[in-house]
T-cell receptor, first 110, second 114 residues
Framework: QQQVKQSPQSLIVQKGGISIINCAYE??????FPWYQQFPGKGPALLIA?????SEKKEGRFTISFNKSAKQFSLHIMDSQPGDSATYFC?????????FGAGTTVTVRA | KAGVTQTPRYLIKTRGQQVTLSCSPI?????VSWYQQTPGQGLQFLFE???????NKGNFPGRFSGRQFSNSRSEMNVSTLELGDSALYLC?????????????FGEGSRLTVL
């Protein structure tokens, strides 16, 4: 049973556009919510992370929005670039264990 | 600062054999965790070690085991390999003193079982 539900499965965006990926969870014990970016043949790379006492965190073109009451969080990629084409995973952590979403494949068209 | 190092990067085994994978964490990190990545099941947690003690374990059969050494390096072992064990096995390290600490992954060990 997937503890973190992620959508959409894939998305295509034009260069300069905004990519939005959504995740939802049920377990209120989760207290750390990272996003990972993975390129083919590589391990997941930590992109940005948030704790539930913060509603938004921005790092460069990447922003996490967090809604604790709705148990939802999302990743916004602003000004999307072809180099952003990758698979993105949301995750949630409790007891030193990360539960991952199923992943979203983002394709940025030039 | 060197990242998480996993060896071997690729390996091919046959059903019934066993395999040992190795992970060297980032210097100063005391926690190592292991994940299995497959196209069908995605990323799934195997186990986590801190200071040579297993703190958490995922829902995998007993054929999957691990250990951590005093220098924080870790190994995982899969015995009696099955075709379904073919996967990318990822190791991640963190300082380990907080559940909210950053977790960094290695490139993974790609296991193919024939």
């Amino acid at each position: 049973q997937q503890q973190v539900k992620q959508s959409p499965q894939s998305l295509i965006v034009q260069k300069g556009g905004i990519s939005i990926i959504n995740c939802a969870y049920e377990n209120t014990a989760f207290d750390y919510f990272p996003w990972y970016q993975q390129f083919p043949g590589k391990g997941p790379a930590l992109l940005i992370a948030i704790r539930p006492d913060v509603s938004e965190k921005k790092e460069g073109r990447f922003t996490i929005s967090f809604n604790k009451s709705a148990k939802q969080f999302s990743l916004h990629i602003m000004d999307s670039q072809p180099g952003d084409s990758a698979t993105y995973f949301c995750a949630a952590r409790a007891d030193y264990k990360l539960s991952f979403g199923a992943g979203t494949t983002v394709t940025v068209r030039a | 600062k060197a990242g998480v190092t996993q060896t071997p990067r690729y390996l091919i085994k046959t059903r019934g054999q066993q395999v040992t994978l190795s992970c060297s964490p980032i210097s100063g990190h005391r926690s190592v965790s292991w994940y299995q990545q497959t196209p069908g099941q995605g990323l799934q947690f195997l186990f986590e070690y801190f200071s040579e003690t297993q703190r958490n374990k995922g829902n995998f059969p007993g054929r999957f085991s691990g250990r951590q050494f005093s220098n924080s390096r870790s190994e995982m072992n899969v015995s009696t390999l099955e075709l379904g064990d073919s996967a990318l096995y990822l190791c991640a390290s963190s300082q380990g003193t907080s559940n909210t600490g950053e977790l960094f992954f290695g490139e993974g060990s790609r296991l193919t079982v024939l």
